[in-house]
């Protein structure tokens, strides 16, 4: 199972871009990279999923180099309420392995 | 289209009980997951049904059991129930028709239990 890396916790103040970037040096061939965000007492929820290059959809963007050794989940200008945990996942021919997550606080 | 539904979402029991829980995956998903959350250990996966077989299981004691229905719907179920299976029990569906394809995965609301 690739195991993934991001940081503990990042704070950023409303309307700002934020950038989370995830490592997954182990990452195999056939995975995808996917972010899911999950707020308090809720199940989380899938934001983004990406093999290579560059994702975008409704609500952020997944950045991932050549190498697929690392990806950056990106937050156009943030609200209050994407304050929440964000969890990458490196996603193959197995169940979901969620780490740690970062959680995001965004502030007014 | 409904989203996953978990029945209950409040539980308490006491130490030495059993428990069943209950997941009702979106309409034609056929695949369920099963994962505990606590603040010191997170997300961890119990394990996965597909098409009324489990095909993972994560590492959780014989406790844990899990069982899908041909409908889909599945239900896990501790016995014996200790202070330290207080959580938020979650449980996810996907459609994985073919297990080579990356699907998303919708996730319940989620039923916290606790142990006392």
């Known amino acids: 199972l690739a195991k993934t890396t991001q940081p503990i916790s990042m704070d950023s103040y409303e309307g700002q871009e934020v950038n989370i970037t995830c490592s997954h040096n182990?990452?195999?061939?056939?995975?995808?990279i996917t972010w899911y965000q999950q707020f308090p007492s809720q199940g989380p929820r899938f934001i983004i999923q990406?093999?290579?290059t560059k994702v975008t959809n409704e609500v952020a963007s997944l950045f991932i180099p050549a190498d697929r050794k690392s990806s950056t989940l990106s937050l156009p200008r943030v609200s209050l309420s994407d304050t929440a945990v964000y969890y990458c996942?490196?996603?193959?021919?197995?169940?979901?392995?969620f780490g740690k997550g970062t959680r995001l606080s965004v502030i007014a | 289209k409904a989203g996953v539904t978990q029945t209950p979402r409040y539980l308490i029991k006491t130490r030495g009980q059993q428990v069943t829980l209950s997941c009702s995956p979106i309409?034609?998903?056929?695949?369920v997951s099963w994962y505990q959350q606590t603040p010191g250990q997170g997300l961890q996966f119990l394990f996965e049904?597909?098409?009324?077989?489990?095909?993972n299981k994560g590492n959780f004691p014989g406790r844990f059991s899990g069982r899908q229905f041909s409908n889909s719907r599945s239900e896990m179920n501790v016995s014996t129930l200790e202070l330290g299976d207080s959580a938020l029990y979650l449980c996810?569906?996907?459609?994985?028709?073919?297990?080579?394809?990356?699907?998303?995965?919708?996730f319940g609301q989620g039923t916290r239990l606790t142990v006392v």
């Open positions: 182990n990452i195999a061939t056939n995975d995808y």
């Open positions: 996942l490196v996603e193959g021919n197995t169940p979901l392995v």
């Open positions: 996810a569906s996907s459609q994985e028709a073919d297990r080579a394809l990356n699907t998303e995965a919708f």
């Open positions: 990406g093999y290579k």
């Open positions: 309409s034609g998903h056929r695949s």
């Open positions: 049904y597909f098409s009324e077989t489990q095909r």
